[in-house]
Nanobody, 117 residues
Framework: QVQLVESGGGLVQPGGSLRLSCAAS????????MAWYRQVPGKQREAVAR???????NYADSVKGRFTISRDDAKNTVYLQMNSVKPEDTAVYYC???????????WGQGTQVTVSS
């Protein structure tokens, strides 16, 4: 069973930066793709950024060039560096781990990000 714990959310002004962290319960990155999703009330959860087990990354068009996903294998932690944030980035951000073999999904509890002046 994979457990994920997000942290780092909060209130940030437009144009500012924030870094989200997702701590996994063990050394899973070689067998799981990791991703950040976000969700606003009344809308579907959407993928923001993904880092695969081989280290390759991809991003939603809406965050490309502003957000960076990375991971620290020694700390079992995935990060989402958010720069030049916009009010439309306001959402609950969720960490996701997907088993590369079974495709089972594991989710964190979510962390609120609010972009407002």
């Amino acid at each position: 069973q994979v457990q994920l714990v997000e942290s780092g959310g909060g209130l940030v002004q437009p144009g500012g930066s924030l870094r989200l962290s997702c701590a996994a319960s063990g050394s899973i990155f070689s067998t799981h793709d990791m991703a950040w999703y976000r969700q606003v009330p009344g809308k579907q959860r959407e993928a923001v950024a993904r880092i695969r087990s081989d280290g390759s990354t991809n991003y939603a068009d809406s965050v490309k060039g502003r957000f960076t996903i990375s991971r620290d294998d020694a700390k079992n932690t995935v990060y989402l560096q958010m720069n030049s944030v916009k009010p439309e980035d306001t959402a609950v951000y969720y960490c996701n781990a997907r088993d590369c073999i079974t495709t089972w999904d594991y989710w964190g509890q979510g962390t609120q990000v609010t972009v407002s002046s």
